[in-house]
């Protein structure tokens, strides 16, 4: 009898402390409209962090396009590959670059990503980062990208 109530508490121990339930909304969603929470579930409950939707946009392409400076570090932190590539050929750095987040550019290349990445649609191939901040005039943004090595897709 005394095994068989270890044995319980035990598996009820184990159950308890495992994994999180991810919530319902999915880890792309709650990167675009903010919600940390809703990031630190999916973490917790074991969702990749680098999962890409139809679009090949990860988590971090998201928080980056929507300016989302602490989810953006938690995806990180986590092992979000800064240098990703969606469908496009598009990086979470082209994304902030489009925005105008120059914090968020700032980040990314302090985590390595690639200041002259290009994109492979085809209406928009070769193009940098740079390229995208300064075809719609974010002239901050394109900068910071010029000082770190920043690149037209012509230079």
């Known amino acids: 009898m005394k095994h068989l109530l270890l044995t319980t508490i035990a598996a009820v121990l184990l159950v308890g402390c495992g994994k999180g ?10 990167a675009i409209k903010g919600n940390v929470e809703a990031v630190k579930q ?3 409950a074991g969702t990749d962090v680098n999962t890409k939707n ?6 971090l392409h998201r928080a ?16 979000a590959d800064v240098n990703a590539k ?9 994304e902030a670059a489009i925005e105008g987040h120059k914090e968020m550019a700032a980040l990314l290349i302090d ?16 193009m940098t980062p740079l390229d995208f901040a ?9 900068d910071l990208l010029r000082k770190h090595g920043g690149k037209t897709g012509e230079e």
């Open 21 to 30: 339930k991810a919530p319902d909304i999915s880890i792309h969603i709650a």
């Open 64 to 79: 980056a396009y929507n300016g989302h400076i602490e989810i953006a570090e938690l995806l990180i932190s986590k092992g």
């Open 54 to 59: 139809k679009e090949g946009a990860t988590p």
């Open 111 to 126: 985590k390595s990503a690639d200041v002259n990445a290009k994109y492979t649609f085809s209406s928009y191939k070769g």
């Open 42 to 44: 999916h973490l917790s």
């Open 86 to 94: 969606d469908n496009a050929g598009g990086t979470p750095l082209h």
């Open 134 to 142: 300064v075809g719609v005039k974010r002239t901050e943004t394109a």
